[in-house]
């Protein structure tokens, strides 16, 4: 089949150019601009650079998304890896958050990422100490001048994944997978509940979270549990938390080709993950475009647009959220019936909840 992902066609360059064309700071930088040293900036040799939070670059999820779209930026702007164009680095503990933001912003990147909730008082503090820099904070927000917020609705995503497990399931039993019960997963949390009730709403949801985004071994094991129960699609929302899901189900399949088992990936497509000999065990995955995001913004930044201070979110109807093809799990009839509730949380018709019922 072609691929297929759920969202409007609507031009996020052309959504965002239109909400934050006059947004701005005084310490956004124009295209060709003083900077901090006295040199000047252009749009040939505008730099970019995150760091990760503790998953590391290659954690087939959250992390990797934004070096993606860090990698597209460079490469569309004929830039190197290194100094002068576009890098990274990896955090393995909070304490090494400041230090890694205070490197980039040494090496005169003109616009600095942290990728993940956990980095906000780090961004905070090092742009406060480094008020003509620029920063990015992906899923919380600042009300620093210099710091742009990047946020994304999770919950409509989330929906659909719901959508797609309730319409796809046997047993009528199905799992969440969280890591850490913060807002941003409970989001997650949130819209795939309600996405599930909208088709059955006898079904219920074995909601875990395992308290950690980078312990594979806390997925597998809470995965076990699940499908030993009878649950035969989970959605995890857990970072590198969720490969373990992926081993389990895999394994499963592994050892019986007829096994009914699924994973929902997050943040990108998990496809590859889930392949098992001539098999694979994902049935989609719930894509949060932080490539989107992280791209867009260096772009307002290196146009003289920068929006410091403020809020940018994504959704569905700006193509930052969407699901991953199906690459033929998921039958024809049954992406009809979730693009008509893509179409719905689109255009207003369905508003998802942000908060998990108590």
């Given at each position: 089949?072609?691929?297929r992902k759920?969202g409007?066609?609507?031009?996020?360059?052309?959504?965002?150019?239109?909400?934050?064309?006059?947004?701005g700071?005084?310490k956004?930088?124009?295209?060709?601009s003083t900077?901090?040293?006295?040199?000047?900036?252009?749009?040939?040799?505008f730099?970019?650079?995150?760091?990760?939070?503790?998953?590391g670059?290659?954690?087939?999820?959250?992390?990797?998304?934004?070096?993606?779209?860090?990698?597209?930026?460079g490469?569309?702007?004929?830039?190197?890896?290194?100094?002068?164009?576009?890098d990274?680095l990896?955090?393995?503990?909070?304490?090494?958050?400041e230090?890694?933001?205070?490197?980039?912003?040494?090496?005169?990147?003109?616009?600095?990422?942290?990728?993940?909730?956990?980095?906000?008082?780090?961004?905070?503090?090092?742009?406060d100490?480094?008020?003509?820099?620029?920063?990015?904070?992906v899923?919380?927000?600042?009300?620093?001048?210099?710091?742009?917020?990047?946020?994304?609705?999770?919950?409509?995503?989330?929906?659909?994944?719901?959508?797609?497990?309730?319409?796809?399931t046997?047993?009528d039993?199905?799992?969440?997978?969280?890591?850490?019960?913060?807002?941003v997963?409970?989001?997650?949390?949130?819209?795939?509940?309600?996405g599930v009730?909208?088709?059955?709403?006898?079904?219920t949801?074995?909601?875990?979270?395992?308290?950690a985004?980078?312990?594979?071994?806390?997925?597998?094991?809470?995965?076990?549990?699940?499908?030993?129960?009878?649950?035969?699609?989970?959605?995890h929302a857990?970072?590198?938390t969720?490969?373990?899901v992926?081993s389990?189900?895999?394994?499963r399949?592994?050892?019986?080709?007829?096994?009914?088992v699924?994973?929902?990936?997050?943040d990108?497509?998990?496809?590859?993950?889930g392949?098992?000999?001539d098999?694979?065990?994902?049935?989609t995955?719930?894509?949060?475009?932080?490539?989107?995001?992280?791209?867009?913004?260096?772009?307002?930044?290196?146009?003289?647009?920068f929006?410091g201070?403020?809020?940018?979110?994504?959704?569905?109807?700006?193509e930052?959220?969407?699901?991953?093809?199906?690459r033929?799990?998921?039958p024809?009839?049954?992406?009809?019936?979730?693009?008509?509730f893509?179409?719905?949380?689109?255009?207003g018709?369905?508003?998802?909840?942000e908060?998990?019922?108590?």
């Amino acid at each position: 089949m072609s691929k297929r992902k759920f969202g409007l066609a609507m031009s996020l360059v052309l959504a965002a150019g239109t909400i934050l064309g006059a947004c701005g700071t005084d310490k956004a930088k124009d295209s060709e601009s003083t900077d901090s040293k006295g040199g000047t900036t252009s749009e040939e040799n505008f730099s970019v650079a995150m760091i990760t939070d503790t998953g590391g670059v290659d954690d087939k999820s959250f992390n990797q998304s934004a070096w993606k779209g860090i990698q597209e930026y460079g490469e569309e702007n004929n830039l190197e890896k290194g100094d002068g164009g576009f890098d990274f680095l990896t955090s393995t503990s909070d304490s090494d958050y400041e230090p890694n933001l205070n490197r980039l912003v040494r090496r005169d990147f003109d616009i600095v990422y942290g990728i993940g909730f956990l980095l906000k008082d780090a961004i905070e503090t090092v742009a406060d100490q480094h008020p003509d820099a620029m920063f990015g904070l992906v899923d919380e927000i600042s009300d620093r001048p210099n710091v742009a917020s990047i946020m994304f609705k999770e919950q409509e995503g989330s929906y659909l994944a719901g959508v797609a497990a309730a319409l796809m399931t046997k047993s009528d039993k199905i799992g969440f997978v969280g890591g850490m019960e913060i807002p941003v997963i409970e989001r997650f949390h949130a819209g795939f509940v309600a996405g599930v009730a909208a088709v059955k709403p006898d079904i219920t949801v074995d909601v875990q979270y395992t308290g950690a985004f980078d312990k594979a071994e806390l997925g597998k094991a809470t995965a076990n549990r699940m499908y030993s129960s009878g649950v035969d699609i989970i959605f995890h929302a857990a970072g590198g938390t969720g490969n373990g899901v992926f081993s389990e189900a895999k394994e499963r399949k592994s050892a019986d080709k007829d096994a009914y088992v699924w994973v929902i990936g997050v943040d990108s497509d998990q496809y590859d993950e889930g392949q098992v000999g001539d098999e694979n065990i994902t049935l989609t995955s719930m894509l949060k475009r932080v490539d989107v995001g992280v791209k867009n913004i260096a772009e307002l930044a290196r146009d003289g647009k920068f929006p410091g201070g403020e809020v940018v979110t994504y959704g569905l109807a700006d193509e930052g959220i969407a699901l991953a093809d199906s690459r033929g799990a998921i039958p024809e009839d049954v992406l009809t019936q979730i693009d008509e509730f893509a179409k719905k949380i689109a255009d207003g018709e369905i508003e998802v909840p942000e908060f998990p019922a108590k």
